[in-house]
């Protein structure tokens, strides 16, 4: 019997695994040659697009405006450095890194507040400072 190479389209003996011609596999050797299983690929899909939902929540706040408070009011590295996080979060969430923009925002909102309590502790302290110089002063007169 002749059948014939599904690639070039030559006449090839059954018997042939491969088309003599252009190497082609033939029917009888299709097996040898799987074709891709269509059953990955909805799991995949299924994955791929729940994932965003499973992450994804609400977008966190950037605490931006913390930051720059913070930088400002209180305490100028520690501001910067929150702002320079709080500015990477809403990047980082377009882009679907949500975690690491949930991370960022986290990051920056703690960074905030430690420069608020110390520029906090340190107007404070410099309260008491002058009240003390104040209090040796008027003791003094
Ligand atoms: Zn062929």
């Not at 969430?93 to 920056?108: F, H, I, L, V």
């Amino acid at each position: 019997m002749i059948s014939y190479c599904p690639k070039c389209g030559k006449p090839v003996s059954e018997g042939n695994a491969f088309c003599p011609n252009c190497g082609a596999p033939l029917q009888a050797a299709q097996p040898v040659q799987p074709t891709p299983q269509p059953q990955p690929a909805p799991q995949y899909n299924n994955r791929f697009m729940n994932q965003p939902q499973e992450n994804q929540g609400p977008k966190p706040d950037n605490h931006l405006v913390l930051s720059i408070i913070t930088a400002i009011m209180c305490c100028m590295p520690l501001g910067i450095w929150a702002i320079v996080l709080a500015s990477k979060v809403d990047g980082l969430w377009n882009s679907g890194q949500y975690a690491q923009a949930r991370e960022n925002a986290d990051k920056a909102k703690r960074i905030s507040i430690i420069g608020m309590v110390l520029g906090g502790l340190y107007v404070v302290g410099l309260l008491i400072y002058y009240i003390v110089i104040l209090g040796v002063s008027l003791a003094d007169f």
